[in-house]
């Protein structure tokens, strides 16, 4: 059984940075991708950014330039750092990761942006 620990999570001033990490943990991990989504307040969660095991990345338009990705493969770990967070940035995040066919969450971390 796949577990995801995620921390990084918390309350910064606009303009500020954070940076989010996640590790799964379980036996025979195949990961294939890894990433994160978020979920705002009323609003659907949606695809914040996402890295397969071969280092190819993707990013939402909204925080392309902002926020970078990026996994270490020996450790099972993926990593968000956002730069210039904005009050629209607030959510909750979430980490997933794919192993082969099966996706698995993380419980989500708090991220409020707020002067």
């Known amino acids: 059984q796949v577990q995801l620990a995620e921390s990084g999570g918390g309350l910064v001033q606009p303009g500020g940075s954070l940076r989010l990490s996640c590790t799964a943990s379980?036996?025979?991990?195949?990961?294939?991708?890894m990433g994160w989504y978020r979920q705002a307040p009323g609003k659907q969660r949606e695809l914040v950014a996402a890295?397969?095991?071969?280092?190819?990345?993707s990013y939402a338009d909204s925080v392309k330039g902002r926020f970078t990705i990026s996994g270490d493969n020996a450790k099972n770990t993926v990593y968000l750092q956002m730069n210039s967070l904005k009050p629209e940035d607030t959510a909750v995040y979430y980490c997933?990761?794919?192993?082969?066919?099966?996706?698995?969450w993380g419980q989500g971390t708090q991220v409020t942006v707020s002067s």
């Open positions: 997933y990761t794919n192993i082969l066919t099966s996706t698995t």
């Open positions: 890295i397969t095991r071969g280092g190819r990345t």
């Open positions: 379980g036996s025979g991990l195949v990961i294939t991708a």
